[in-house]
């Protein structure tokens, strides 16, 4: 059966309580509107301080919320709290681990489904062994259809604004590296897009180091829902395409999965086309390459393409691969300088492509240059090795 909370957590144990307080809530329900956001930190804080003194009458206390307020912030008054965020020894908490998913659930799935559902929704991990997602196993369970359950009770709009206003390279959400500082600071006045990602689930530890100097964590998706989903949430805010992304989505599948470059060259120009004029006249993001990658990234990653970003190799960082089926497309993406292309030329000058000959059947070299002025693809070239 799945773990029970522990009785006796280090300093918590003077403290018992039946119920879970979420410590955030109030805060993040204003968070946009600043002012409101710290007075209502100031009340938080104050309720905490009063738990202080009453250490010899309670005996057990546990608190957990979407996201962790510093604790000079919010806790100043209550400096006896452990953190147990990312203890191995507590890890497996607040999901099911992969032994506990198969004891009790196993006779309700086959073979095939537990290896779908795993890809779905496992993948969860606070620096010990990855667990499931519950509300979204027992959603599946019962309505037996692969659908972002979790993601879906939620709309994450001011980590999307967040997002759009830091201008956040969106393919770095496949790998990002940080350390302890970064994951733990958190406040009104000062939000950090790693930071609110990982705290609000939409990233986990998928592999730390800690050392004499200190400890770094590499950060990425936890599942296909969370990639799938947040992916399809980011290009829509990138592109206002709700009518039309889901359209031109299918033919980029079919397209990659019939090796049919031009037909892909088509989609992602209608995609660019169809972005409103508006859209750019407040700022300079024609101007920006990150920002035409992280279109194109999004776009892929919210289909549920295989897609890596930021691959590196020895001679330098490749910007885009995507994998369907036996098929590998290797992209890179520039602003054109002038009238003459680039992006095809340095793949093929980097030799970024050798180090998948011989994984797959077919492997294609995909160059994009966009024009500023255009807003859209100037040149889109490719070659099959």
């Given at each position: 059966m799945p773990k029970k909370l522990p009785i006796g957590i280090s300093s918590f144990e003077k403290i018992r309580s039946d119920e879970y307080y979420y410590d955030d809530k109030p805060i993040l329900d204003r968070i946009e509107e600043r002012e409101k956001a710290r007075e209502i930190r100031e009340v938080l804080k104050s309720l905490y301080s009063v738990l202080k003194p009453l250490d010899s009458y309670l005996k057990f206390v546990f608190i957990t919320g979407v996201t962790k307020f510093s604790k000079v912030s919010l806790f100043s008054g209550l400096n006896q709290l452990k953190d147990i965020t990312l203890s191995s020894k507590y890890a497996t908490i607040c999901g099911y681990t992969q032994e506990e998913l198969e004891a009790v659930f196993g006779e309700l799935l086959t073979k095939e489904e537990l290896s779908a559902v795993r890809c779905w929704y496992n993948g969860y991990s606070f620096c010990g062994e990855p667990v499931y997602n519950p509300f979204d196993v027992?959603?599946?369970?019962?309505?037996?259809?692969?659908?972002p359950y979790w993601f879906e009770t939620g709309t994450p709009s001011f980590l999307v604004k967040l997002m759009f206003e830091k201008r956040f390279y969106l393919p770095k959400m496949e790998k990002f590296i940080t350390?302890?500082?970064?994951?733990?600071?958190?406040?009104?006045?000062?939000?950090e897009v790693p930071t609110l990602l990982f705290q609000a689930g939409y990233l986990t530890v998928k592999k730390w180091h800690s050392s004499i100097e200190g400890t770094y964590y590499v950060l990425s998706y936890p599942n296909k829902e969370v990639r799938s989903a947040l992916n399809r949430v980011l290009f829509y805010a990138l592109t206002s395409l709700e009518e039309e992304g889901g359209r031109l989505s299918l033919k980029a599948r079919e397209s990659l999965k019939r090796g049919d470059a031009e037909c892909f060259g088509e989609v992602l120009r209608s995609l660019f086309a169809s972005i409103p004029y508006e859209w750019y006249r407040k700022n300079n993001l024609n101007e920006y390459e990150g920002y035409y990658a992280s279109v194109v990234y999004s776009f892929l990653a919210g289909t549920g393409l295989e897609v890596v970003a930021e691959e590196y190799t020895s001679k330098g960082r490749i910007d885009l691969v995507v994998r369907v089926d036996e098929k590998l497309y290797v992209i890179e993406f520039k602003v054109m300088e002038g009238d003459k292309a680039r992006a095809l030329e340095e793949l093929k000058r980097k030799g970024y492509a050798e180090r998948y000959r011989?994984?797959?059947r077919e492997v294609y070299l995909v160059g994009i240059d966009f024009d500023a002025e255009e807003r859209n693809?100037?040149?889109?070239?490719?070659?099959?090795?």
């Open positions: 027992l959603l599946y369970l019962s309505e037996r259809e692969f659908r350390d302890e500082y970064l994951l733990g600071s958190f406040d009104v006045d000062r939000i011989g994984q797959v693809i100037k040149a889109f070239e490719w070659e099959r090795m």
